[in-house]
């Protein structure tokens, strides 16, 4: 059974994890809107991955006899400008779930709610491989600047991505 504190934790991070996936596919939109198919599917993909956690959280919190509580999801931004503004705009995201998840970890210690403490291992993971991932798209970007080959061959190679089934 979930403490009233972690069940209220998880549910945020449901909403949290949707409102990433709106941010991603609204950051698709802008790419897909400027001739970057590429990078706009690359978004695609993330977002499809932000609705899988958002069920693996949700899926938890049944297993546990949890009670989902579904809340408003904002409307993400429509536009960041250029395609490096995009991919910071993503890290800066990352590595604001990343710390949610860590507190929610850290509330399960408190909670001495070893069950949640374990499931949250696999994100705590999968935020080391989030950041990272976006992470290396702005560095290139910020190699490349405004050269339109370099954007292009980085476009060309974030369209090679597959969806990682999560």
């Not at 909403?15 to 809107?33: D, H, P, R, T």
């Not at 910071?88 to 949610?100: D, I, S």
């Not at 989030?130 to 490349?144: D, F, G």
């Not at 080959?149 to 369209?159: A, K, P, T, V």
């Amino acid at each position: 059974m979930l403490s009233k504190k972690v069940q209220k934790a998880l549910n945020e991070q449901i909403n949290a994890e949707l409102y990433s996936a709106y941010i991603y596919l609204s950051m698709s939109n802008q790419l897909a809107g400027v001739n970057l198919p590429g990078m706009a599917s690359w978004m695609r993909i993330q977002a499809a991955e932000e609705m899988g956690h958002a069920i693996k959280i949700y899926d938890f919190v049944h297993e546990r006899n949890g009670e989902v509580e579904l809340s408003k999801i904002d409307a993400p931004p429509a536009k960041w400008g250029s395609p490096l503004r995009v991919f910071e705009a993503a890290y800066e995201h990352e590595k604001k779930v990343t710390r949610m998840i860590h507190d929610i970890v850290d509330l399960a210690v408190v909670e001495k709610d070893h069950a949640t403490n374990i499931f949250l291992h696999w994100f705590v993971d999968e935020q080391v491989e989030e950041e990272a991932s976006a992470l290396e798209v702005v560095e290139k970007l910020k190699m490349v600047k405004d050269y339109p080959g370099g954007l292009f061959m980085i476009d060309r190679e974030l369209g090679q991505r597959q969806s990682g089934g999560e």
